[in-house]
């Protein structure tokens, strides 16, 4: 069994350790290493930014809560989560 754990902005796997995806600071989305930015602050704090608009709205010091795209993303996931659990809900009952 896998547990994940959140860290320091990173996913980690319990058993081996290793470094999965990093989570973008700005809107919380995992992406996958190689692409986005890694930003290194003075005092040794580090931000992940998936795109360019991430890190571009964080640095004018917009607000996660107040942007458009961000907030309808969430929508858009929160949906998806009760749909997926309706339809395993759905598939119980079909199995009894």
């Known amino acids: 069994m896998k547990l994940k754990l959140?860290?320091?902005g990173w996913e980690r796997d319990r058993r081996g350790g290793a470094n999965k995806m990093p989570v973008c600071s700005f809107c919380?989305?995992?992406y996958e290493f190689p692409k986005g930015t890694t930003v290194v602050q003075?005092?040794?704090s580090v931000r992940y930014?998936?795109?360019?608009?991430?890190?571009?709205n964080m640095?004018?010091?917009?607000?996660t809560?107040?942007?458009k795209?961000?907030?309808k993303s969430d929508i858009?996931?929160?949906?998806?989560v009760k749909r997926e659990a309706d339809w395993k809900a759905r598939n119980e009952v079909a199995k009894k």
């Open 59 to 63: 640095e004018m010091g917009r607000l």
């Open 49 to 56: 930014f998936c795109s360019s608009k991430c890190r571009k």
């Open 28 to 30: 919380k989305k995992a």
């Open 42 to 44: 003075k005092d040794s």
């Open 65 to 67: 809560k107040k942007v």
């Open 6 to 8: 959140k860290r320091e």
């Open 69 to 71: 795209w961000v907030v």
């Open 76 to 80: 858009v996931k929160s949906e998806k």
